[in-house]
């Protein structure tokens, strides 16, 4: 099995903290989509990353349905996907918000590529706000189940406590998307987070002391 990815898609990186924790070999490789030699346009038809590529050959993908397969082949380790009909529905659901903020941000990213004169402001805006939406949504759940903020730390920086997650009280995949979406949220327009969401933010920081999480962290 090899994940064709590249190391900013926040896509593939949600595929890549789900294969660690749940100690699954998962080898990537840096294939974007449209670079010269690709493998990706004749395995998926959307030419996308992750594209996963199975021992027979045969391509998984997207990102939601790669993780679908990795829970399948691994079904020990922690419960990144519950069992529990309902609960998992509620985490696939944050998934789709924070798949969303990610889909909204890499088409702003991709148009602020081409020249100023030929951006749609009124069409950025659209995308930015739900950027911005769907991060609002996770930090209202989030400090709803927090409890009071606890100061801690030489830094003031707040924290959750261990049982503090979006869904349930262990860490699951729609944490895992959270992650993902605010790591390239940050690479590509920190200024979203700039003194805001820290219930989200503390969620992140509480994770990354995990190898598995931190080492798949977007280059700068
Ligand atoms: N829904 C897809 C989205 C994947 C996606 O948008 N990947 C981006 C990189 S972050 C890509 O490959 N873009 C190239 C393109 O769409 O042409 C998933 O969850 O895997």
Redesign the pocket.
Known sequence: MLLLM?PT???ARKCRMFAALKRIDLPCVDEA??ASGSRVPGLNPL????TLVRDDGSAV????VIVQLLDLLAPSGPELLPRDALRRIDVLRWESVF?GVC?AA?LVVMEQRRPVEKQDEQWLKRQMAKVEAGLEAGELALMSRSGPVERLGPSGAPSLSERTWLVGTTMTLADLALVAALGYVRLRMPHVLSGRFWALQALESKLMVLPAIAATAPPA
Do not use: L, M
């Not at 030419?47 to 992750?50: K, L, R």
């Not at 993908?61 to 939601?64: A, E, M, P």
């Open positions: 590249t898609s926040p896509f989509a449209h030419a996308q990353v992750p993908f997207d990102s939601r798949d889909d890499v």
